[in-house]
């Protein structure tokens, strides 16, 4: 299991555009310690997503509610110089940028896609995606594993979207990877975590940090994965085409804490049968054939 450091919460996102999009208070709190990835270190458990949004102000108001320090562009369908554009408003919010190889289908289009990243943002984080479908959007783990090979050997530190199979899981940790994405369930679905088997038994082994991707509707989908054991979840659908984006941003946060909270705090065994949570020992006999009730 990676190592889990305290540290401060984020409170409710105000309305000016400042570094950590919801502010950072200055006492700890259970379920907010920072997410450690590759030598970075971030204060908030939730990576969002930009694909989706109506308008940029309104990606901008779900960033700031949902106080997250880590957000994707897809470098595929983007230009950086453009004015006004989602690179923009992310300096502006001071997020750090995540360039994602979204859109690619070969572990080589997914490293000449990371290594212009790289040049036009100056930066060796990538999130690897390497696509097999276009109709499931579901990774390519042969591709991908490849590619991700490939990448942390040119010195990038790579976040990769994979499946839930632990094996492919425990591979691209061996392969250098400084964190793992299994998905939920398809991109975009809204379906939730489909195996949460599987991603209990990532968890379970991984010395890196799991990372939910993809298949999130709702909060309580984000809270499952925390409560499974994974470190951090990342969205875009769930927030930026909900009825109101900011307001699901603000929920998907609490979520991320709530259920980070429940696991560290460890949730009672399942049973078949009722136990009772009041002690039996010491209980009044209070049967009326007693001399006492006589």
Known sequence: MPEHRTTADSTTAGTTDTATAAGTATTAQPGAEPLTIGGSTFGSRLIMGTGGAPSLEILRSALLASGTELTTVAMRRLDPGTQGSVLSV????????????????????????????????GTDLVKLEVIADERTLLPDPVETL??????VDDGFTVLPYTSDDPVLARKLEDVGCAAVMPLGSPIGSG???RNPHNFQLITERAGVPVILDAGAGTASDVALAMELGCDAVMLASAVTRAQHPALMATAMRHAVQAGRCAWQA?????????EASSPVGGVADLDPERPAFR
């Open 146 to 151: 490849d590619a991700a090979e490939t990448l």
């Open 266 to 274: 460890g949730r009672i065994p399942r049973r078949h049968f009722a």
């Open 191 to 193: 379906l939730g975590i």
């Open 90 to 121: 992310l300096e502006r919010l001071g997020i750090r940028v995540l360039p994602n190889t979204a859109g690619c289908y070969t572990a080589g289009e997914a490293v000449l896609t990371a290594q212009l990243a790289r040049e036009a943002l």
